[in-house]
């Protein structure tokens, strides 16, 4: 990957539908400063924060706000020990009406020229530092394969001030021209990596708490590496014109989150809960092509034995409706257990020879 040059700053087209519309357009993305209230979003910060802390993510000789992470509770997500915090994170109130703010609204608005639909399922990211044991570090990706329906847009908003240093997202402006590219089994978050060559030139900057970084869902993307002390917390919501369809999974909770009836038992108002309702969104199939060709090729590198298909494995264990895929995931997830376990004995016992 070539060194990366900074993003282009949209932000002085804020107020210009039509431009922005026409920038994303041709680039793939949109950088904007201060889109989201600041204080709005370290409150948020302030909470999510809290709820790590508790699941013992931070370091307890540091001061919570500090956000310095706990590296012996390193995790990741479809990890059960990941997913038993998430769950807390994930559902909590403030941060599901950062993705619903008029401000934001009014935005994409004025860029699809109608109202918009905002995805209920988005994604909430907890990345702990990278180190030789412990690398979450998501590769250049799509999210066309996981979204499907109509063309969408993410919005990536850091959880606080975000540098280079701390593993920001970086964008291949350009790229959305391209269409769907091949991929392969990845490690990082989504687990569906590029496997060609990516067309495009790579951008990325440093974010202040409220800026956004906007990109269509065929923007090939990934994230830098976490290089810092501290865990590095986001949230990336997707939006479409409300007139294009999408698919049943975009309406859901996230995996592993349980029902929306669950994520809402704790909420103090019922304000905007069920909110897409009242847009009687069009539904359209999701297209699981993707998603099976990986799952192939992840079936086919556990039996020979290849530990890089283990989260693919858990993916398929914790989300996929077929009863007989689950199961072979299961079944080659113990194969590499016990294949692991023997390879460290081999070890332990050859170095006290």
């Not at 063309?151 to 240093?165: E, Q, S």
């Not at 034995?305 to 264990?317: E, K, M, N």
Request: glycine share 8%.
């Amino acid at each position: 990957m070539d060194a990366m040059r900074d993003f282009l700053d949209s932000t002085d087209l804020m107020e210009d539908g039509p431009a922005l519309a026409e920038r994303l357009e041709h680039d793939g993305y949109l950088f904007l400063r201060g889109l989201l209230p600041r204080e709005a979003v370290l409150d948020v910060r302030r909470r999510l924060l809290k709820k790590a802390a508790a699941g013992g993510w931070l370091d307890p000789d540091h001061r919570v706000e500090d956000a310095i992470a706990n590296p012996a509770a390193a995790c990741k997500d479809p990890e059960e020990r990941y997913m038993k915090v998430f769950r807390g994170i994930w559902s909590d109130e403030a941060l599901h009406r950062l993705r619903t703010l008029p401000v934001v609204l009014a935005l994409f608005e004025r860029i699809f020229g109608e109202p918009a639909l905002v995805h209920p399922m988005f994604v909430q990211r907890n990345i702990f530092p990278q180190s030789e044991s412990f690398d979450f570090t998501t590769g250049a990706h799509q999210d066309k394969v996981h979204i499907g329906g109509a063309t969408n847009y993410a919005m990536w908003v850091p959880l606080g001030d975000c540098r280079r240093v701390n593993g920001p997202l970086a964008v291949s402006a350009g790229s959305n021209h391209a269409g769907v590219l091949d991929t392969k089994v990845g490690n990082g978050a989504g687990g569906m990596d590029i496997s060609v060559p990516i067309p495009g030139k790579w951008v990325t900057g440093d974010f202040e708490a409220g800026d956004a970084l906007i990109f269509a869902d065929t923007t090939v993307h990934c994230a830098l590496p976490n290089r810092s002390a501290l865990l590095r917390q986001s949230f990336d919501a997707r939006y479409q014109p409300a007139s294009q369809p999408t698919t049943e999974k975009n309406l859901c909770t996230y995996a592993g989150c349980g029902t929306w009836e669950e994520v809402y038992a704790d909420w103090s108002s019922d304000d905007q809960q069920y909110y897409w309702r009242a847009l009687s969104p069009k539904i359209v199939p999701f297209d699981n092509q993707y998603y099976e060709r990986r799952d192939q090729m992840a079936f086919e590198m556990a039996e020979r034995g290849d530990l890089s298909a283990r989260d693919t494995l858990l993916r398929i264990v914790q989300r996929d409706p077929d009863e007989a895929k689950r199961q072979r995931a299961e079944d080659l997830l113990r194969d590499l257990s016990a294949a692991t376990a023997q390879r460290h004995g081999a070890v332990a016992s050859s170095a006290s020879t």
